[in-house]
């Protein structure tokens, strides 16, 4: 065109008058066809005008397209605009017929005309479908997708395209994203909220609980946090320590600070350890009262627990055991003492065993010296100063005494033997035999005082003794019934022996003189005697209490002074 | 009957060797009776005596148990270890106040011709020349 001469005014002008002229046709067309006026139209390609033509049958569809909220338009081969409707002009903020026969990819950005050609090439062989943004006249870039579908008109083909913007909606999925997201927060915020506030009004719920429990408890009480901060002290604390809630400084509260200083390490060690292991405390201390003294006291502490098993407060009581405690000590030392006599009182008759023994032995030398001498001198005596007065009655009482003498230290010596028995082997011993045995033996004594005897052990006839023992029991028992009798009444004894639950029970029972209260204490005594008309050596029952004694058994004595006497032997099985 | 050459009493106590003394010179046992005061001079005496044969070597030796310096089981002892050329021949006999069951079982593990509890009698005398000597006293 630069090389055509210029033209004139008057050629402008013509031209001009021409160019409105095809631009009023050009808009009276286009309206005729969007209103479905004309069902053809020329466009001026490249190579003269091409004629498209509209179906009549189209119309309604044109109305409705012109009517949508989407935008819609026509493509040519090349990807001219052969159509488009007023709502993609109104998206891209174009008039119609800026749109209408331009190229449509000078609304697609750079970056995306790639993408736009792929789509294009897509389209041609069929469908395609994609998203994108457009260029506005503004140059804002808008999100858009697109959908295309080859068409037929009047056998030329062109791809129908409807656009649809997608900035309202992605800025409402935006939003909704957010919103959701902040809603989830909140939910999340709310629920930890309420899931505090539920453990906070659980904890205070317990925690009132635990303290109106507490304050009603006759014991000290108090509550403290899973760390060991103290939450609750009740009535009985501030009682203790003389003081009322919240006087004095907050510390002199504490029991920490209560502890008698031999107490502290140890009681402090265990309550460290209880609340950082969860195991329940329990300790003796001394806690300082009020007026400066000390008292025991039993502290005690449990941890409570939440539903997940946290510790969320201490639950503790310090119960008063001072006077328990003092009188347990009380009773240690009674025990201590007790114990100390009774070795005392072992070393004692260990010692007394021993003097026995040796006192027994020592003293059999003098005294059968003491024999041999008086027989010598007997025999030097000349028989009329020997046998008569008042050398022979002198010489009589010597002897006398000197057989007195020799038979006690014997029952020493018989007496340190017992001593020395312990856990002489038993055996079952036939109890018949024995008492048979013996009565033999007392014959003369029964036959001179007249005495009724009466035996019957056929319900215990064995006994678990040794039978040298057992031997000497029965002697014993029957010749003290029958040596101690009654002189106005006729002598009547009952030996019996029947079992009594673990024991064998041998029970001799007379009507003879009986003793009194005093004496039957002194019974089991050695060398005790209670009567000097009976020729007697006081050591049988001490004997025989030491062997029943010594074989796991024991003996007791009912007796009534002038009505008789009732001996009961316990022989263990 | 054949008196012993010899004998020989072992007792600290002075009043027991002095009965027994009496009792031996009244019986006639012996005309040769030999007294010592402990083990010790028991010992010196064997040892004097006995390394031969001699008429003071005692046959019988009467053995108290308890004595200062050396009492009747260290006599043993010491007497067991002694070289003497006729020591079957001296008979041993010890005499106890009252046997402790430990000194029994002592006693009975002990090489002696036996033991007899105090006081010394005719009886037991007899006993001892009967059992050891084969002799016994005139009734």
Known sequence: MSEAPLPTAAELARANEELRYQLEEAHDLIHAIRTGAVD???????????????????????????????????????????????????????????????????????????????????????????????????????????????????????????????????????IRAQVAEQNALLDRTNAELKREEAARLAGERAAAEASRMLEGISQIAWTVSPTGANTYRNRRWYDYIGQAPGEGPGIGRAWRERLHPDDAAATLARWDESLRTGAPYEVECRLRDGAGGYRWMLGRAQPSRNEQGEIVQWIGTYTDIHEHKLALE????????????????????????????????????????IEGLLDALLAELPPEASQHEPVQPILALMHDSVNRFKRTIEQLTDVSKLQKEHGLPTE?????????????????????????????????????????????????????????????????????????????????????????????????????????????????????????????????????????????????? | MQKLTCALLVDDD??????????????????????????????????????????DCPALILLDVKMPVMDGFQFLTAYNELPLPEKESIIIVMLTTSLHPQDVDRVQSLNIGGFLNKPLTKEKLNDVLKNHFNRHLPE
Not at chain 1, 61 to 90: F, K, P
Not at chain 1, 513 to 519: I, K, T, V
Request: include cysteine; glycine fraction near 8%; hydrophobic fraction near 40%.
């Open chain 1, 40 to 174: 053809a139209l020329a466009v001026q390609g490249t190579e003269g005008p091409r004629i498209f033509t509209l179906q009549g049958a189209d119309q309604g569809y044109r109305t409705l397209i012109e009517q949508m909220n989407e935008g819609a338009l026509l493509l040519s081969e090349d990807a001219t605009v052969l159509y488009c409707n007023a709502c993609l002009a109104g998206l891209l903020e174009c008039d119609l017929s800026e749109v209408m026969g331009s190229a449509f990819e000078t609304f697609v950005p750079l970056a995306f005309q790639e993408y736009w050609a792929g789509l294009l090439l897509k389209g041609w062989e069929g469908k395609s479908k994609g998203e994108l943004p457009l260029q506005t006249r503004s140059g804002a870039l808008v999100p858009f997708s697109v959908s295309m579908n080859v068409l037929s008109f009047n056998e030329t083909p062109t791809l129908a395209v409807i656009v649809t913007d997608l900035s309202a909606r992605r800025e409402i999925t935006a």
């Open chain 1, 330 to 369: 009380r009773i240690d030392q009674g025990q201590r003492e007790l114990r100390d006599n009774n070795d005392q009182l072992t070393r004692v008759n260990v010692d007394l065993d021993n003097f026995i023994y040796t006192a027994s032995h020592d003293l059999k030398a003098p005294i059968s010296n």
């Open chain 1, 428 to 573: 079952p011993v036939d109890l018949a035999a024995v008492v048979r045995n013996v009565r033999l033996d007392l014959e003369p004594l029964i036959q001179s005082s007249g005495a009724q005897l009466e035996v019957d052990v056929d319900a215990a006839p064995n006994v678990m003794f040794s039978e040298k023992n057992l031997r000497s029991v029965v002697f014993n028992l029957l010749s003290n019934a029958l040596k101690y009798r009654a002189p106005d009444r006729v002598p009547q004894v009952r030996l019996r022996a029947r079992p009594e639950g673990d024991a064998v029970v041998l029970e001799v029972q007379d009507n003879g003189l009986g003793l009194d209260a005093a004496n039957k204490q002194k019974l089991f005594g050695m060398f005790q005697r209670f009567h000097d008309h009976v020729e007697g050596s006081g050591i049988g029952l001490y004997m025989v209490k030491k062997m029943v004694e010594n074989a796991g058994g024991r003996i007791t004595v009912k007796s009534e002074l002038g009505q008789g006497s009732t001996f009961l032997v316990y022989f263990s099985r």
């Open chain 2, 14 to 55: 002075q009043t027991t060797n002095y009965l027994n003394q009496l009792l031996i010179k009244r019986l006639n046992i012996t005309d040769n009776l030999l007294v010592a005061l402990n083990g010790q001079e028991a010992l010196e005496l064997v040892k004097i005596h006995c390394q031969m044969a001699t008429p």
